[in-house]
């Protein structure tokens, strides 16, 4: 038997509220939460689409676990507390198993991040995961776009380009191995940043998550900031895994790294004054950050190697309506 929308919703995606701010959640018109007097709410949606965002044979459980954590990312670049969501799902046709699978994962996620799912909507059509985060944010400590200033160091957590070789292994249709499994984990169950995010938002007023490319992600911050920078590609980090599967560092792609996208890390820009604060941060959650490049006063975004000389790019990000 083939459940209705209602008995879908009641069957795989209500369960108790684990969070005491939600006073109305799944069942009605609207969720109702409560917001601390001291705080102020941040907001953020992103949509996946079969085929545009995920490869087609993606398994549910990462679908899941990919459509909360590029959420979260966005929240975490903020230095936002991740609080609820709310879930639209396109499905072709109801399966119970790929619905199982998916809510199961989906319910893992949101637990390990005290995030309470709370409303939504289901609808017949093509395969898409559309969520909403919302977060809790000190007012004197939101992270921007808009705040950097020339002398500010550039830093970037983790290591970049392990998802978009994940995706090339996917479409490629590679054999795999342990380092190559890492990557497609890398491209379809990313790891939010919330925990530096929080902790640096009061140090640090200027951040992006990057979800396009370093080169796209910083990009936007320039813009927004009307300024430059110089970034060092011998200083980007890579990891282990990448460069095996590259061969070594000097045949990796950097174009892909730099521009692929899907990383989910955070690219920070902080004041000289509080580098070893953020570095003290970054100890502290274990993850590592690495000093990239530095903001400038000038209007371009240059790529250099360690004589200086300057690199060129084909393209700068991953971009939505395209030709």
């Given at each position: 038997?083939?459940?209705?929308?209602?008995?879908?919703?009641?069957?795989?995606?209500?369960?108790?509220?684990?969070?005491?701010?939600?006073?109305?959640?799944?069942?009605?018109?609207?969720?109702?939460?409560?917001v601390?007097?001291?705080?102020?709410?941040?907001?953020?949606?992103?949509?996946?689409?079969?085929?545009?965002?995920?490869?087609?044979?993606?398994?549910?459980?990462?679908?899941?676990?990919?459509?909360?954590?590029?959420?979260?990312s966005?929240?975490?670049?903020?230095?936002?507390?991740?609080?609820?969501?709310?879930l639209?799902?396109?499905?072709?046709?109801?399966?119970?198993?790929?619905?199982?699978?998916?809510?199961d994962?989906?319910?893992?996620?949101?637990?390990?991040?005290?995030?309470?799912?709370?409303?939504?909507?289901?609808?017949?059509g093509?395969?898409?995961?559309?969520?909403?985060?919302?977060?809790?944010?000190?007012?004197?400590?939101i992270?921007?776009?808009?705040?950097?200033?020339?002398?500010?160091?550039?830093?970037?957590?983790?290591?970049?380009g392990?998802?978009?070789?994940?995706?090339?292994?996917?479409?490629?249709?590679?054999?795999?191995?342990?380092?190559?499994?890492?990557?497609?984990?890398?491209?379809?169950?990313?790891?939010?940043?919330?925990?530096?995010?929080?902790?640096?938002?009061?140090?640090?007023?200027?951040?992006?998550?990057?979800?396009?490319?370093?080169?796209a992600?910083?990009?936007?911050?320039?813009?927004?900031?009307?300024?430059?920078?110089?970034?060092?590609?011998?200083?980007?980090?890579?990891?282990?895994?990448?460069?095996?599967?590259?061969?070594?560092?000097?045949?990796?792609?950097?174009?892909?790294?730099?521009?692929?996208?899907?990383?989910?890390?955070?690219?920070?820009?902080?004041?000289?004054?509080?580098?070893?604060?953020?570095?003290?941060?970054?100890?502290d959650?274990?993850?590592?950050?690495t000093?990239?490049?530095?903001?400038?006063?000038?209007?371009?975004?240059?790529?250099?190697?360690?004589?200086?000389?300057?690199?060129?790019?084909?393209?700068?990000?991953?971009?939505?309506?395209?030709?």
């Amino acid at each position: 038997m083939v459940p209705g929308e209602f008995n879908l919703i009641n069957t795989y995606f209500s369960s108790p509220s684990n969070r005491q701010d939600v006073l109305l959640g799944i069942g009605d018109d609207c969720a109702v939460v409560s917001v601390p007097g001291n705080k102020q709410l941040a907001i953020t949606t992103d949509t996946l689409v079969d085929g545009v965002h995920f490869p087609s044979d993606t398994s549910a459980a990462d679908i899941a676990c990919k459509a909360i954590a590029v959420n979260l990312s966005d929240l975490a670049a903020m230095g936002a507390e991740p609080a609820w969501l709310t879930l639209a799902l396109s499905l072709p046709q109801v399966d119970e198993g790929w619905l199982r699978s998916f809510s199961d994962s989906f319910r893992q996620m949101a637990d390990k991040y005290n995030v309470q799912l709370i409303g939504g909507d289901t609808t017949q059509g093509p395969l898409s995961i559309t969520v909403q985060a919302m977060g809790l944010v000190d007012a004197d400590n939101i992270m921007r776009r808009d705040t950097a200033r020339p002398c500010d160091a550039i830093y970037v957590s983790g290591t970049l380009g392990d998802a978009a070789a994940g995706l090339k292994i996917a479409q490629q249709g590679l054999a795999v191995d342990e380092n190559r499994a890492w990557l497609l984990d890398r491209l379809n169950c990313p790891e939010p940043r919330v925990a530096l995010g929080m902790k640096v938002a009061q140090y640090c007023s200027c951040a992006i998550d990057i979800s396009d490319g370093l080169l796209a992600d910083l990009g936007h911050i320039l813009e927004a900031s009307h300024c430059g920078a110089t970034v060092s590609i011998d200083r980007v980090p890579l990891s282990h895994q990448l460069v095996e599967y590259s061969i070594n560092r000097n045949e990796v792609d950097w174009e892909m790294v730099l521009s692929g996208g899907d990383d989910y890390e955070l690219c920070l820009v902080v004041a000289p004054e509080n580098e070893n604060r953020l570095m003290n941060i970054a100890s502290d959650v274990s993850l590592p950050l690495t000093r990239v490049g530095v903001i400038e006063d000038h209007n371009s975004l240059n790529i250099v190697d360690q004589t200086g000389a300057k690199y060129l790019f084909d393209h700068s990000g991953y971009e939505h309506f395209t030709e």
